[in-house]
C-alpha cells in the first residue's frame, strides 16, 4: 500500500508496482529508507519527488547500503 513519486516521473507509483517493473524478485527483504511522511529512496532505484536536489540544495544525505551474509 506504499506510494512513492520517483524523481522526475511526475507520477505516483505504488512501491509493489514499481518493484513489479524493475523485475525485482526479492521484494520482501529490500532496504527503503522512510521518514514520517513516507518512503524517501529505494536504494538502488530512486528517490522521491519531495526529497531530489535542486540549485537551492544546500545539505544533503549520502547512504551506502550493503548485503549482509547471514
Known amino acids: 500500500g506504499d506510494y512513492i513519486h520517483p524523481a522526475g516521473r511526475h507520477v505516483g507509483k505504488s512501491l509493489k508496482t ?8 526479492d521484494r520482501n527483504g529490500y532496504p527503503l529508507l522512510c521518514d514520517d511522511d513516507g518512503i524517501v529512496m529505494v536504494p538502488g532505484y530512486c528517490c522521491d519527488e519531495r526529497v531530489r536536489t535542486s ?16
Open 55 to 70: 540549485e537551492d540544495t544546500n545539505h544533503f544525505l549520502v547512504c551506502s547500503v550493503e548485503k549482509v551474509s547471514p
Open 18 to 25: 514499481l518493484m513489479s517493473e524493475w523485475h525485482m524478485s
